[in-house]
């Protein structure tokens, strides 16, 4: 029984005993006498009952208001003393509790403080004790930090999950460059964060495939295995990953660790290079190369016409000028025969230059399909595509060969469209470049391999014969008389497939500088529905809006996001999430005066529609957490159907929590929440700073719903659900 039936049932007893005994008396009085009797004694009590009811009346009122004071000063203040309490114990150990009330109360509470006092001297001679065994532990965690940060190559450690576990300085910047040139560079919403997955960057299949690989090279090689593969990522950019395990410090089964126990993968590390620039580098010298071959050839070309016109009018005698002369065509040829020879050996240099590497078939035609759009303006279509299947290519020359027969069709046929289709045949790959128009004949094509592809200002000594050989496929035309389509079609190799990976185990680990932490590895996304994960094992999104208004219906609109992650237990200030909104109306003097944003500070901003796909890849994946959400979520909500963004995950609401924890406090504002766990506020009434604070204030908050009995994700919201200010809409 709560606190408010004890006083209605303490209010109920009062009145019985006030009027009881009176009531209980008159009715054995009147059970005795006769009716004489009562008729005398009802003629002597009525006319005085008007005054015995009021003097009953004023007693009862004087007797609730003593109890109130009683209820107020012992129950209830037993009760705010037992919450504030609960804040010494884990989530705020400076507070202490203000002595206040009756005495007794007082004493109790001056105890109480006392033996937190107690309890703090004896947690910090504790934690001494445990930073001066950690010492050694910490400067390990450092070298490490300091390794990491200093690595040139860009680095990612992932569980078998494809969570992040590490990353360095160097790739945050990478993928920040990823997120730069594939977006109009509205947001600022990063694609490596701890505890993100690998799979918004790389696909799927992709990872699969080579932990397949490295699954199988384990089993047969004395050594730790390492694999490399070719993607293309949404920007365009080709990125060379070498893969390696993070092998399991225990077998398969659990057991040991001798040095013939079984090993398994627990996870992988990415070491990434970013190749685009080289691809890009390595085609400009060849240019340049080929471009100085031509010339020299032409220049010589000159002399010696210039030689033969001075062997046909010469000016001295003839003998010793035309054994001169031809003396200097003799040098000119063989100055022009050692060229040749040069551009030979450049060419064949070219072509061994690029190892074959794996890569999926869609993630080339992706890279060929924007190459052709962007050089020839050309239309360009896939037909039919089979998403798994994985081919092995020097990508860069294969990828030239492509644009190189799209371009000489339109400039020969004067092509609109080109379609691509990729299936697999036995051990080879056909991609069909496919197109409707005039046939070619074979003499064309046959010219077109042999040629080198020097197109649309770009000259290169290889040919699409020289291509197809590196790959050891080849190069068909066909067409199809009943749609009159015609293609192309080359033959490539497939990449070798490997048996599946048998289930492994998980590493464990204990490490938690800035950028890493590996107590991911002990979490799978399998294990357990979202609801019934505990709430110390999800990761979430705190997050906070400021407005132009309070009324979200009325049209007032989102000016600012402020965003930050939360992570094993763990807030991240550096995957923050800050953005400024256009709201493309005027703001109210009392909105300014509370943000401090003005319209000046606005315009110019990227709009809603541009923002709000950022924030929400951001946080996907991820629990949301706000102060009163429902107000920011109102805002999310109407923007549904203009951006086609919805926000589908699990939020919980510090107000609500609040209420949870503390029913007996008057205030749930976040301000009020924060003095009261020990936080400092810093950045109040600004979207980022509201959201640092809404933050550190949900995780004091879970150790306080952990000793009430909630500890999953499913209990937390059902609490929340039951509390008065769950009812409030906007």
Known sequence: MNARWRYVLAIAVLGLLITGPFLLTAVLLMAEMSEAEGQALAGLLLPRLPIGIMMTGLGFAIGVALLRGLFNQYVQGLLKMAELMRLMLGANRNFRVMPEGPPEVQLLGRAVNELAQQRDDLLSDVESQIRRANTSLVEEKNRLAALMSELTQSVVVCNLDGRILLYNNRARLQFRAFVQEGSDGAGSAPLLGLGRSIFSVFDRNLIAHALDSLQTRLATQGSQPSTHFVTATRAGQLIRVQMAPVLSATGGDGEGTEE?????????????????????????????????????????????????????????????????????????????????????????????????????????????????????????????????????????????????????????????????????????????????????????????????????????????????????????????????????????????????????????????????????????????????????????????????????????????????????????????????????????????????????????????????????????????????????????????????????????????????IHPNQESHKLELIAERLGIAIIGRHTALGDAIVTGEVFLRMIPLLNDMGIRTLGEALAAARKTYSARVQY
């Not at 497939?497 to 204990?510: S, Y």
């Not at 979430?540 to 309070?550: K, M, P, Q, S, V």
């Not at 086609?644 to 609401?653: A, S």
């Open 260 to 660: 013939n126990a079984p090993r398994s993968i627990g996870g992988y590390v990415l070491m990434l290079d970013n190749i685009t620039r080289a691809v890009d580098s390595e085609t400009k010298r060849d240019e340049l190369l080929q471009n100085l071959t031509e010339g020299s050839r032409a220049a010589l070309a000159n002399i010696r016409a210039a030689v033969e016109t001075l062997l046909e009018y010469p000016d001295i005698e003839a003998e010793p000028r035309e054994r001169f002369l031809h003396i200097i065509g003799d040098e000119v040829l063989a100055m022009g025969q050692r060229l040749d020879q040069t551009l030979d050996s450049h060419a064949d240099a070219m072509k061994a230059r690029w190892p074959l590497e794996e890569m999926l078939g869609a993630d080339l035609i992706a890279a060929a399909q924007r190459r052709i759009e962007s050089k020839f303006g050309l239309s360009v279509k896939i037909d039919a595509l089979d998403a798994d299947l994985w081919i092995k290519v020097d990508s860069f020359s294969l990828i030239q060969a492509i644009s190189y027969l799209a371009g000489r069709l339109q400039e020969s046929f004067d092509i609109r469209l080109l379609r691509f289709r990729l299936a697999q045949s036995g051990r080879l790959a056909h991609l069909d470049m496919v197109w409707m128009g005039a046939p070619i004949s074979t003499e064309t094509l046959h010219g077109w391999e042999l040629e080198p592809m020097n197109l649309s200002g770009e000259n290169s000594p290889l040919t699409l014969r020289d291509i197809m050989d590196r790959h050891g496929g080849e190069l068909w035309f066909k067409r199809d008389s009943a749609t009159q389509l015609a293609y192309f079609r080359l033959l490539i190799p497939v990449a070798a497939r490997h048996d599946a990976i048998e289930p492994v185990a998980l590493l464990r680990g204990e490490s938690r500088p800035e950028y890493y932490d590996f107590d991911l590895f002990r979490h799978s996304d399998q294990d357990h529905a979202l609801d019934d994960r505990l709430l110390t094992e999800l990761t979430y999104t705190a997050f906070d809006t400021e407005t132009t208004g309070l009324q979200p219906s009325e049209g007032d609109e989102i000016i600012q996001f402020g965003a930050v992650r939360i992570v094993n237990g763990r807030m991240l200030r550096g995957e923050s999430f800050e953005q400024l909104v256009d709201p493309r109306r005027g703001m109210s003097a009392e909105s300014i005066a509370i943000h401090g944003l003005s319209q000046e500070m606005l315009d110019g901003q990227p709009a809603i529609e541009r923002v709000l796909p950022d924030f929400h890849r951001f946080c996907e994946d991820t629990v949301l957490v706000a102060h009163n959400a429902a107000f920011d979520m109102r805002f999310l909500q109407l923007k549904e159907a203009s951006t086609g963004i919805r926000f589908t995950q699990p939020v919980l609401d510090t107000l609500l929590l609040s209420a949870v």
